[in-house]
């Protein structure tokens, strides 16, 4: 069974850092692409950052030089780590997975069917 669970959220001062963890179970991460997404009160969800097996990359241009994909393969886990965060960062983290193949011409893919339940990240002095 292909499952994705986020940890690693929390409270943080304005300018702190946190790293959110994907860990995945049931499919080896290197064959899937990656999305990390987040959703705060009142609003859609939003696309933050995705990351293809070849190790290509995309990020919002709202997080652009402060968010950082990466990934360990000896522990099936993905990572986002989140520097010099703002307020306007708080929200409901999720990471989603998509088979590789299924969105090979992207490095988004335009849909992911495997969701973690994501992680509460608050940015407040």
């Known amino acids: 069974q292909v499952q994705v669970v986020e940890s690693g959220g929390g409270l943080v001062q304005p300018g702190g850092s946190l790293r959110l963890s994907c860990a995945a179970s049931?499919?080896?991460?290197?064959?899937?692409?990656i999305g990390w997404f987040r959703q705060a009160p009142g609003k859609e969800r939003e696309g933050v950052s995705c990351v293809k097996p070849s190790g290509s990359t995309r990020y919002a241009e709202s997080v652009k030089g402060r968010f950082t994909i990466s990934r360990d393969n000896a522990k099936n886990t993905m990572y986002l780590q989140m520097n010099s965060l703002k307020p306007e960062d708080t929200a409901v983290y999720y990471c989603?997975?998509?088979?590789?193949?299924?969105?090979?011409?992207?490095?988004?893919?335009?849909?992911?069917?495997?969701w973690g339940q994501g992680t509460q990240v608050t940015v407040s002095s």
């Open positions: 049931g499919f080896i991460l290197d064959d899937y692409a």
């Open positions: 989603a997975a998509e088979p590789a193949y299924y969105c090979s011409d992207y490095v988004c893919c335009p849909r992911y069917d495997y």
